[in-house]
C-alpha cells in the first residue's frame, strides 16, 4: 500500500500510536480499579476494540513513515 503524502501517513501513525496508548491505559486502570463491576467487562471490551484500531492504523502506516524519516535522515546526513 502506497501512501504519497507524508504528514499525513505520518500523522495517522501518531493518531494510531495515541489510540493505542490511551485505551491500553483505560484498559489497565480499569482491571486494576474495579476488576469485578459489570460495566467495567463492557469498559475493557471496547478498550480492547480500540486498542486493535490503533495497532492496526500503525501497522498500515509503519512502512511509509520509515521510508519517509529514513528519506530525511539520509539527506540531513
Given amino acids: 500500500m502506497g501512501f504519497t503524502d507524508p504528514f499525513f501517513t505520518s500523522l495517522s501513525f501518531l493518531t494510531g ?3 493505542s496508548t490511551m485505551s ?3 484498559v489497565a ?4 480499579l474495579s476488576p469485578n463491576d459489570s460495566k467495567a467487562d463492557l469498559v ?3 478498550s480492547f476494540i480500540a ?12 512502512g511509509a513513515v520509515q521510508a ?3 528519506e530525511i535522515v539520509s539527506n540531513l546526513l
Fill in 68 to 70: 519517509y524519516f529514513t
Fill in 24 to 26: 491500553g491505559t483505560l
Fill in 17 to 19: 500510536l495515541f489510540i
Fill in 29 to 32: 486502570l480499569t482491571l486494576l
Fill in 51 to 62: 486498542l486493535g484500531f490503533g495497532a492496526a492504523t500503525m501497522r498500515v502506516t509503519f
Fill in 44 to 46: 475493557v471490551v471496547v
